[in-house]
């Protein structure tokens, strides 16, 4: 997997679409915050901006929380 990735963007939809159900399906309501992806690597977390800069010193208090996640491990949501 190459890093940056690209985080999965809400779209605005005129009317809520109804999902099959089961487990392979989710959805999600959007909320205003800051879109990042967490990378737990071997020796540390780097925290990504939706455009791909990194902004792990910005986000500390979250890069501490993820070193207790197995390396390989990648978070996507709002922070």
């Given at each position: 997997?190459e890093?940056?990735i690209?985080?999965?963007?809400?779209?605005?939809?005129?009317?809520?679409?109804t999902?099959?159900?089961?487990p392979d399906w989710?959805?999600e309501i959007?909320?205003d915050g800051?879109?990042?992806?967490l990378?737990r690597?071997?020796?540390g977390?780097?925290c990504?901006s939706?455009?791909?800069r990194t902004v792990t010193?910005h986000?500390?208090?979250l890069?501490?929380?993820?070193?207790a996640?197995?390396?390989?491990?990648?978070?996507?949501?709002v922070?």
């Amino acid at each position: 997997m190459e890093f940056p990735i690209r985080p999965a963007l809400a779209r605005a939809v005129p009317t809520l679409p109804t999902l099959p159900t089961g487990p392979d399906w989710n959805s999600e309501i959007k909320l205003d915050g800051h879109r990042m992806i967490l990378r737990r690597t071997k020796d540390g977390v780097i925290c990504y901006s939706r455009t791909g800069r990194t902004v792990t010193s910005h986000w500390m208090d979250l890069a501490v929380l993820v070193m207790a996640l197995p390396p390989g491990t990648v978070l996507d949501g709002v922070m």
